[in-house]
């Protein structure tokens, strides 16, 4: 590892701030150990030789929380140019809804379903077809 490293890093660093404090200044050094092979296990013992003691799953959690922060904080502390957004062009008008008279066949987009929605629905007419139905099959029956 880079004791040296770190302990460059520390030393411009107040002693009495938190070992969360210290471990966020390490925290590049850190990582380009971590991808560089080093198991976390052996960064936790480095540090305790530093003299930043914690343990493996505090050290974990710790470094979780160091991502989690600098992943939300990224976008505004980067100096990279923003984005321009994509040009813009006409905006088609929306397609108006066909006038439906029955319901269609088959719901195939949401047109279909506000076709099926606003329809106007004679309940009388629907009522008289459904009693005439019940007839039909009594009829059938005898």
Same mark, same amino acid.
């Given at each position: *590892?880079?004791?040296?490293?770190? #302990? !460059?890093?520390?030393?411009?660093?107040?002693?009495? +701030?938190?070992?969360? @404090?210290?471990? /966020?200044?390490?925290?590049?050094?850190?990582?380009?150990?971590?991808?560089?092979?080093?198991?976390?296990? *052996?960064?936790?013992?480095?540090? #305790? !030789?530093?003299?930043?003691?914690?343990?493996?799953? +505090?050290?974990?959690? @710790?470094?979780? /929380?160091?991502?989690?922060?600098?992943?939300?904080?990224?976008?505004?502390?980067?100096?990279?140019?923003?984005?321009?957004?994509?040009?813009?062009?006409?905006?088609?008008?929306?397609?108006?809804?066909?006038?439906?008279?029955?319901?269609?066949? /088959?719901?195939?987009?949401?047109?279909?379903?506000?076709?099926?929605?606003?329809?106007?629905?004679?309940?009388?007419?629907?009522?008289?077809?459904?009693?005439?139905?019940?007839?039909?099959?009594?009829?059938?029956?005898?």
């Amino acid at each position: *590892m880079s004791l040296k490293t770190y #302990e !460059q890093i520390l030393s411009t660093i107040d002693p009495r +701030v938190s070992k969360a @404090a210290k471990l /966020r200044a390490l925290y590049p050094v850190i990582e380009q150990n971590i991808h560089a092979g080093a198991r976390l296990g *052996m960064i936790v013992d480095d540090l #305790e !030789q530093l003299g930043i003691s914690m343990s493996y799953a +505090v050290f974990q959690n @710790a470094l979780s /929380r160091i991502r989690k922060n600098n992943k939300t904080s990224e976008p505004k502390n980067s100096n990279s140019p923003i984005p321009a957004p994509p040009p813009v062009t006409a905006i088609p008008s929306p397609v108006p809804a066909p006038a439906v008279t029955a319901p269609p066949k /088959r719901i195939e987009n949401p047109i279909d379903l506000r076709a099926i929605r606003d329809m106007a629905i004679d309940l009388n007419a629907l009522r008289e077809e459904g009693l005439a139905n019940r007839r039909q099959k009594k009829n059938d029956e005898h």
